[in-house]
């Protein structure tokens, strides 16, 4: 079964410095029927006007995790680190037992796009803490690359939840599968371009939940290449 989360019927938050939606409940928006997907609680398309960001303020028990679609972010933390996250950055912040940091458009001249994306933690308590990596466009082209799992491997940046996320970038006619085990469902979240999941039509902002299939075929339709998350999750 797939449910599709239209781009449109997301929550929206704007401000004079970020516009910013919504695919489940969060802040002001409330919507009963979208409030997670299993341990994903929060995905945010987030765009930053220059210079704008959030201030110092503080998280808890959550697994937060920042997937840079267009420009840059400037990250300080409680933690020491300082630093900037560009396209094609991943970062993974564990709050754990109590985080400060902000986050701000490292640029004062063009907007910074990012996913904000929080998911549950396995347990309350964790020492907190802070990955980064960058994943190319190649590295992601035409394949399914693994950036976030709870184990670390092929590369990826460890969770502290039982979920994998893979990000693909795909050219019109190209096509990847993942395999569904028993016991977990997926959701897609389509960030530029257009593609088909398992013969359902998506487009940029668009999120579909998957859930009672044994597999996922996602292809990528329309002239201009699609990019895309992929989350496995129990």
């Known amino acids: 079964m797939i449910n599709v989360r239209h ?45 704008g960001g959030f201030g110092t303020h503080g998280h808890q028990d959550m697994e937060i995790i920042s997937y840079v679609l267009e420009g840059s972010l400037a990250h300080r933390d409680t933690l020491g680190n300082q630093l900037t996250i560009s396209a094609g950055e ?88 993942h395999d569904i085990a028993a016991g977990r469902r997926a959701w897609v979240q389509v960030a530029r371009g257009a593609v088909t999941v398992n013969g359902q039509a998506l487009s940029a902002g668009d999120g579909a939940g998957i859930t009672d299939e044994a597999s996922v075929e996602i292809t990528a339709t329309g002239d201009s290449d699609a990019e895309f998350l992929l989350f496995d999750l129990r």
């Open 90 to 177: 991943v970062q993974r912040m564990t709050a754990g037992t109590g985080i400060m940091h902000s986050e701000y458009n490292a640029s004062s001249e063009a907007p910074a796009h990012f996913f904000q994306i929080w998911v549950i933690p396995e347990r309350t308590g964790i020492e907190p803490g802070y990955e980064q990596k960058t994943f190319t466009e190649a590295d992601k082209r035409g394949k399914l690359r693994l950036v976030i799992s709870p184990d670390g491997r092929e590369g990826s940046l460890r969770i502290h939840q039982d979920v994998a996320l893979f990000a693909s970038v795909l050219s019109d006619g190209d096509t990847v599968h």
């Open 7 to 51: 781009s449109a019927d997301r929550g929206v938050a704007e401000l004079d410095w970020l516009k910013s939606y919504h695919s489940f409940s969060f802040a002001d928006f409330h919507d009963p029927d979208h409030m997670s997907f299993g341990h994903l609680r929060v995905i945010n398309e987030d765009t930053i006007a220059p210079s």
